[in-house]
């Protein structure tokens, strides 16, 4: 019992100490703090507030009301500062941009090449040359568009087949259009970035290959959208071995379908000649051949930048359209000015292309009032940045897609 209590008391004397010399060490410059939010639990932080009915960026305004445009709150062990202010938002991204950085995730690390993402790397000299690649070379191509318009061609056309033989013109036939959004919407992103069509029912490869494949990139967007413990509570990381034992299996097997798209690209570039029919071309094409300054390994970068647009192109574009179908049947008095607009500027004969987007001013009020409503990344969080000689944990800023009504009236969310 004596080396018991010893030892107890050692703790004890040590969790004392140390809480004494963090109060101690702590800056005396109040001024420069923004406000705290009460309420915060040990070791979750104000999680609760991450947990509710209402939207993240709905409880987010809520708070500004109180507590001011810039105040802070506590994200597992972490303070972070919550920015609602467009003027502070437009100033960091455009003066103090370069001392941003994205949060270090677990995922970014056992999914994503060691943050070897553009998305998640840290800002540095690799950072900034594969910035430049992606915004000169991949992000401004449009010669892909008719990949884009194959894909939901094809997607709208099985919708008719379908209809037409167990639909009636009247009944109708029932569909799951989110369902049908995931498909169509990580369809265009493989074919964009590979020419690969694993989901939905016109696979261009062996079916069991697109299960295979389709299941792994199922996995690996499911891996990146979950909040792991490790991230804003490292301390408690070893409660999720089991989650990471998965990510690194679905890395390996991940990996290994990459590796396939890039030989196949390579060897089709040796037998046929040098093509641009996709990103992973370009990527090829530019990363093959000339040494990038900060790339070391320019094969995985390859992968990593491959893997991170099939990331991006997907689940932001289909949170959008599943709230805007979902509002639009809720409103319909905007659905049938909408089709109006469609019969009036496009007409019956064709359908609608990209290029038509900019006479549709109705449907892009639409589009604004959707994001408005229900923003698909209302936080963008970055971390460890270097602000007037001290270190802070991480940022988030609340981003809300304030667009304009709708003929002046909002769309009522049901």
Known sequence: MDLIQLFLLSALSIFFVSCLMKSLLRPKNKKSTAPMVPGAWPLLGHSQFYNTVNPTHVTFGAMADVYGPVFMTKFGSFNVIIINSKDVAKEIYTVHDKVLERPRLTASKLLGYNYSFLSFSPYGLYWREIRKIATSELFGVDMLMFSRAREADLAFRDLYVRWEKRGEPKEGVLVDMKQEFIDLTKNISLMMV????????????????ARRCGKLIREFLDYFSLY??????????????????????????????IEGW???????????????????????????????PGVSDTHTTIKALCLNMVLNGSETAIVVLVWAVSLLLNN???????????????????????????????????????????????????????????????????????GDTIDGECMEDS
């Not at 509570?233 to 990510?247: S, Y």
């Open 194 to 209: 590979a020419g690969k069509r694993y989901f939905g029912g016109n696979p261009n490869c062996e079916v069991k290959e």
């Open 228 to 257: 792991l413990l490790s991230d804003v509570t490292p301390v408690l990381g070893f409660m999720e071995w089991k989650i990471k034992r998965g990510m690194k299996r679905t890395a390996k097997e991940l990996d290994k379908v």
């Open 332 to 402: 319909p008095h905007v659905l049938r000015k909408a089709k109006e607009e469609l019969d009036s500027k496009i007409g019956k004969e064709r359908v609608v292309e990209e290029l038509d987007i900019k006479d549709l001013v109705y449907l892009q009020a639409i589009v604004q009032e959707t994001f408005r409503l229900y923003p698909p990344v209302p936080l963008i969080a970055y971390s460890l940045q270097r602000c007037g000689g001290r270190f802070r944990h991480c940022m988030l800023q609340l981003s809300c897609a304030c």
């Open 262 to 292: 890039v030989e196949e690209h390579k060897n089709k570039r040796s037998d046929h000649g040098a093509s641009e029919n996709d990103y992973l071309d370009i990527l090829i094409k530019i990363l093959g051949h000339d040494k990038i």
